[in-house]
């Protein structure tokens, strides 16, 4: 998730790859939920803040992103937040909820970069009792298919601290492309730390998922 900041947007249109204005989809008055083996994906709600402060408030899943709410009313502060966020059509926030749970144990941001959003940014961040089963890969997956097919991306973006090797090596096996060091770009607990810039294109990334969804069927 890192560092992710905010402008605002007046704008109430989205814009397709050649640029020309499209249709808003319905995600701006509900994100859907996205589903696959392990994980369901939905818009948050008030009931996940205790989860998620739960999940993400620590120091091992928090030391590489923007500092979380630090209590559970500051979580439900956020939701509210991301919400408005998402209704002005500028951002969306998706909840990770693994199969067998019913509240939410991560996130999955994305927010425009442009007024069109050609270009976007996302960070993720998940509780550290589910990091290596999967639960991520699969979530990020429906996440990028859901940018570029329903909102129109175009080029989807991260920034990793250079010290997060996890981060780093979940985007790596997504197919995102290393593109460059940004020196000193993320404060944290008083400290510049290096980042590293990832993207996707639409266009690799439909070849990478016909290439995977191959081997899976």
Not at 51 to 56: A, G, I
Not at 177 to 198: A, H, N, T
Request: proline fraction near 4%; charged fraction near 25%.
């Amino acid at each position: 998730m890192e560092e992710m900041s905010y402008s605002p947007d007046t704008h109430d249109h989205t814009r397709g790859p050649t640029g020309a204005a499209t249709v808003s989809s319905d995600w701006r008055r509900g994100l859907p939920a996205l589903t696959s083996g392990r994980v369901t994906l939905r818009d948050l709600r008030m009931s996940d803040a205790p989860s998620l402060f739960t999940m993400l408030a620590g120091h091992e899943v928090a030391r590489f992103i923007s500092p979380p709410p630090g209590t559970v009313e500051g979580f439900e502060r956020f939701i509210e937040w991301t919400h408005r966020r998402r209704k002005k059509g500028t951002y969306i926030c998706f909840a990770i909820v693994p199969a067998g749970y019913e509240d939410a144990v991560g996130i999955i941001q994305v927010r425009q970069m442009d007024l069109g959003w050609d270009t976007a940014e996302w960070g993720f961040a998940i509780g550290a009792p589910f990091w290596g089963t999967g639960a991520f890969l699969e979530s990020a997956r429906l996440v990028v298919d859901f940018v570029f097919g329903a909102i129109g991306v175009h080029r989807l973006e991260a920034r990793a601290a250079v010290r997060n090797g996890r981060g780093n090596g979940a985007l790596s096996k997504l197919g995102a492309v290393r593109e460059g060091l940004l020196r000193k770009s993320f404060l944290r607990d008083g400290e510049y730390l290096d980042q590293m810039l990832w993207s996707i294109v639409r266009e690799d990334w439909m070849q990478s998922k016909a290439v995977w969804s191959d081997r899976v069927h």
